[in-house]
């Protein structure tokens, strides 16, 4: 649970929300943050599709080193970590994304299924006035993490019940080839960690938030 008070609010009032700020123009940058398996990308996922086509999702995760990088460098076993992204190249595309460039600007995904980062997967054209991206440390203070804060026009954080956390990271890790004691493994181990790291950083949000009615991953 995270350290600050949380609002219990509908996901049809977060979206209202979203569109006033796309409304703000000429573009609005949006970050949801939270906890591994609080719900982050599902919510964003939510966001981009109410608002429609000027709404854009850009996932902190396309930015994960790739598997062969982390092995090399030794971090294989705390892929999550923030020392096991490319904050720099993620920081950068922020940087490109709020200036709003006459071009599109391309952007990675993350595939779940093949654990990797693909890159120029996302489009932003020009039109886009709201870009949304989540993850877990865009309010890390810790350089070079601290400029993810500056460049976001507002930030929320998404707060969801541990053990219901925990149980839909166990099943995430199971559906991505895990067995079943490997899942919770990491769920409490790995995942765990970050999530404590990443409590400690929602008093600096704009709002913090529980769903009252949490959405399935």
């Known amino acids: 649970m995270a350290d600050a008070p949380a609002q219990v609010l509908p996901v049809e009032e977060l979206v209202a929300r ?17 906890a591994p398996g609080a719900g982050k990308s599902t919510l964003a996922e939510r966001i981009v599709g109410e608002v429609g086509p000027l709404a854009r999702l850009v996932p902190m995760d396309g ?42 600007v391309w952007a990675p995904a993350f595939r779940r299924d093949l654990e990797e980062p693909i890159a120029g997967s996302i489009e932003v054209p020009p039109e886009v ?4 991206t989540e993850g877990n440390y865009l309010l890390l203070r810790d350089e070079p993490w601290d400029e993810v804060r500056t460049l976001l026009h507002e930030v929320w954080f998404l707060d969801l019940d541990a053990e219901l956390r925990v149980r ?9 080839g895990k067995t079943p004691e490997q899942a ?25 938030v529980r769903l009252a009615d949490p959405l399935a991953e």
């Open 63 to 104: 930015f994960h080193l790739a598997q062969s990088a982390l092995v090399a460098l030794g971090r294989g076993g705390r892929k999550g970590a923030p020392d096991t992204f490319d904050v720099n190249g993620f920081v950068t595309t922020l940087r490109r994304l709020r200036r709003l460039e006459p071009t599109s």
């Open 184 to 208: 919770r493994a990491w769920a409490l181990g790995s995942d765990e960690t970050n999530a404590a790291l990443v409590a400690r950083t929602a008093g600096h949000a704009d709002l913090v």
């Open 168 to 176: 839909r990271l166990t099943a995430r890790h199971e559906a991505c």
């Open 18 to 34: 979203a569109r006033a700020l796309a409304d703000a123009g000429p573009r609005q940058l949006l970050g949801i943050a939270g």
């Open 129 to 132: 006035r709201l870009v949304v």
